[in-house]
């Protein structure tokens, strides 16, 4: 087992009460689980996104905390947070990774692999 390590889980959810299609408005959701699964206490300290959309758009998102927190994460503990972002197509992706600092010093970065935002599937 690694000793610094967080794993990431994201749930993803289209919020069509927000968006505003016609204004090329589309709004999501995304829960994020990260879960200390290394063997040190560590801190999230900040997050990096690149959110692209369809048309290749693309936008970057830095900031400290995850919504307004530092979460210092022991062993198997874990911190859930629901965030959201908008684009200006029906679908695009989203990667990123958030820098950690651990009880003993040591920095760094939990990687968070590409994810899609979507609109659900409609069948008609």
Request: glycine share 8%; proline share 4%.
């Amino acid at each position: 087992m690694a000793a610094y390590e967080m794993t990431v889980l994201v749930q993803t959810q289209y919020l069509e009460d927000q968006s505003e299609p016609e204004h090329d408005n589309y709004v999501f959701a995304y829960a994020i689980t990260i879960k200390n699964t290394g063997t040190i206490a560590a801190q999230l300290i900040s997050r990096h996104w690149v959110i692209t959309d369809a048309n290749e758009h693309v936008q970057e998102v830095r900031g400290l905390g995850v919504v307004g927190h530092q979460p210092l994460l022991q062993p198997g503990e874990q911190f859930e947070y629901t965030s959201g972002t908008s684009l200006e197509t029906p679908q695009g992706t989203m990667r990123g990774e958030y820098f950690c600092v651990a009880e003993d010093g040591h920095q760094f970065e939990s990687t968070v692999g590409e994810f899609v935002l979507s609109l659900p599937r409609t069948l008609h």
